[in-house]
C-alpha cells in the first residue's frame, strides 16, 4: 500500500440556536466543509481521507433538553450523510464525521455519533461515543449505558467497530474518549491502523495534557491517530475563538506529522503510510537487541481482574430509564466517589 495523503477540516461551524434556521445552517456548514475539501484536492492533489469536527454539522449550544437536541439530530443513514456520500464518491475519498444521531429504534435517546463514508459513497461504519455521560456535562446515551440491550442488538463488540479498508484498518473515537486509554486500545486490539478523532476542544488548562494523550494513544497502539478539533462556533454565546484547533495528524511512533498551528479555520494535511506501521507492528524480535512492541507484549490476562474487581462506572446504569440531565450522571458520580471512600480505595485529604 502506497502512502497517502489525509486531510483534517478544521472548520468555523455556524450554530444552530433558533431551531427554525436547522435545514438552513445544516446545508450552510456542509457546503463549507465541502468547499474546504475541494481546496485540498486543488492544492495539494489527491487526497484518501478527509476528517471533519465533533459538532460540525449542527455547532454546541446549551441549555437545550433532550428532547431539543432530539429534534435537531440526524438519522444514520440520512440526509446529511447522504449528501457526503455523494461528495465521497465524487472525489474518490473516505470521509469521516460526527453527527448528533437520532434513531427510532431507540426512541428518547440521543446519540453523540462519528461515522466512515468509503469512496463509494457507502456508509462502512458507525460508532457511538461511549465516554460521554461519564464526563458528567452531557445528556447523550453512552452503549454502556444500555449495554445488556446494546450487545444483545448488534453483538458484544459493537461498540469499539472498526472496519478493514484499502486505505488500512480503520477506527473512530471522540473527544473525551481520548482521556480513557482503553478506547483507543479496544480498536487497536481489533486491528485498527488509523484512529480518527474527531473533537471540540474548548481553550482550558488542560490542553498540555490532551495534547500528550494524543501522542500517547498512537505510540501506545502503534497506530496513526488523526485528531480533528472545531476550528470555531459562530453565532452562539460561545467566544467565536474559544476553540482551540491545533488538528493534528501523528504517526504509529507518537510523532506529529501535521498540524493546525492555531485556533480558527484550518486544513491539516499530512501523509499516512500503513506500510511502515505494519512493519512494526509485524517484526519479530531477534536473537538480541531491545525491541517493544505494545500489542504483542500486552499481557490482556494481567489486567482483567483488576477491571473486574475496581467497580467503578457501571454499565446498564440507564437500562431502565431515559438520560434527562446531568443532575442524574453527577448524582450517580458522587455516589460511587462515596462508596470508594467508604471502601478505603479512595481517601479524602488531609490538611491538618
Given at each position: 500500500m502506497e502512502p497517502y495523503k489525509a486531510a483534517l477540516i478544521q472548520q468555523e461551524t455556524k450554530v444552530i440556536v433558533d431551531p427554525k434556521q436547522r435545514d438552513s445552517i445544516i446545508e450552510q456548514n456542509l457546503d463549507r466543509i465541502f468547499e474546504l475539501i475541494q481546496w485540498t484536492f486543488n492544492r495539494v492533489g489527491e487526497i484518501r481521507l478527509a476528517a471533519f469536527s465533533e459538532y460540525g454539522i449542527i455547532g454546541q449550544y446549551r441549555p437545550r433538553t433532550v428532547e431539543e437536541w432530539i429534534d435537531l439530530a440526524e438519522p444514520i443513514p440520512g440526509p446529511v450523510t447522504d449528501r457526503i456520500g455523494e461528495v465521497a464518491k465524487r472525489l474518490g475519498v473516505y470521509i469521516v464525521g460526527n453527527v448528533y444521531e437520532r434513531d427510532d429504534s431507540w426512541p428518547g435517546r440521543l446519540w453523540n455519533t462519528n461515522f466512515i463514508i468509503n469512496d463509494e459513497g457507502k456508509i462502512i461504519l458507525k460508532y457511538r461515543k461511549n465516554n460521554g455521560p461519564n464526563n458528567l456535562n452531557t445528556t447523550y446515551t453512552g452503549p454502556g449505558d444500555v449495554y445488556d440491550e446494546y450487545t444483545a442488538r448488534y453483538g458484544e463488540l459493537s461498540m469499539f467497530p472498526v472496519v478493514d479498508t484499502p486505505i488500512g484498518v480503520l477506527g473512530t473515537l471522540t473527544c473525551t474518549d481520548i482521556i480513557?486509554?482503553?478506547?483507543?486500545?479496544?480498536?487497536?486490539?481489533?486491528?485498527?491502523?488509523?484512529?480518527?478523532?474527531?473533537?471540540?476542544?474548548?481553550?482550558?488548562?488542560?490542553?498540555?495534557?490532551?495534547?500528550?494523550?494524543?501522542?500517547?494513544?498512537?505510540?501506545?497502539?502503534?497506530?496513526?491517530?488523526?485528531?480533528?478539533?472545531?476550528?470555531?462556533?459562530?453565532?452562539?454565546?460561545?467566544?467565536?475563538?474559544?476553540?482551540?484547533?491545533?488538528?493534528?495528524?501523528?504517526?504509529?511512533?507518537?510523532?506529529?506529522?501535521?498540524?493546525?498551528?492555531?485556533?480558527?479555520?484550518?486544513?491539516?494535511?499530512?501523509?499516512?503510510?500503513?506500510?511502515?506501521?505494519?512493519?512494526?507492528?509485524?517484526?519479530?524480535?531477534?536473537?538480541?537487541?531491545?525491541?517493544?512492541?505494545?500489542?504483542?507484549?500486552?499481557?490482556?490476562?494481567?489486567?482483567?481482574?483488576?477491571?473486574?474487581?475496581?467497580?467503578?462506572?457501571?454499565?446498564?446504569?440507564?437500562?431502565?430509564?431515559?438520560?434527562?440531565?446531568?443532575?442524574?450522571?453527577?448524582?450517580?458520580?458522587?455516589?460511587?466517589?462515596?462508596?470508594?471512600?467508604?471502601?478505603?480505595?479512595?481517601?479524602?485529604?488531609?490538611?491538618?
Open positions: 480513557f486509554p482503553e478506547m483507543a486500545r479496544a480498536l487497536a486490539l481489533q486491528g485498527a491502523e488509523v484512529l480518527i478523532h474527531p473533537t471540540a476542544e474548548p481553550w482550558s488548562d488542560v490542553d498540555q495534557m490532551w495534547d500528550i494523550f494524543r501522542r500517547a494513544r498512537a505510540y501506545e497502539n502503534l497506530s496513526y491517530f488523526l485528531s480533528v478539533c472545531a476550528g470555531a462556533f459562530l453565532g452562539s454565546d460561545r467566544p467565536r475563538s474559544g476553540y482551540r484547533g491545533h488538528s493534528q495528524i501523528i504517526d504509529h511512533m507518537g510523532r506529529i506529522v501535521s498540524i493546525a498551528a492555531g485556533s480558527g479555520e484550518a486544513v491539516c494535511v499530512g501523509q499516512v503510510d500503513i506500510n511502515a506501521l505494519r512493519e512494526m507492528r509485524s517484526r519479530k524480535p531477534g536473537a538480541s537487541g531491545h525491541e517493544w512492541n505494545q500489542l504483542v507484549e500486552l499481557r490482556t490476562d494481567l489486567f482483567a481482574e483488576v477491571y473486574k474487581r475496581a467497580k467503578r462506572w457501571p454499565n446498564n446504569g440507564w437500562s431502565d430509564r431515559l438520560i434527562t440531565s446531568t443532575v442524574e450522571t453527577r448524582a450517580l458520580g458522587r455516589e460511587i466517589i462515596d462508596g470508594l471512600l467508604e471502601k478505603g480505595q479512595l481517601k479524602r485529604p488531609d490538611y491538618s
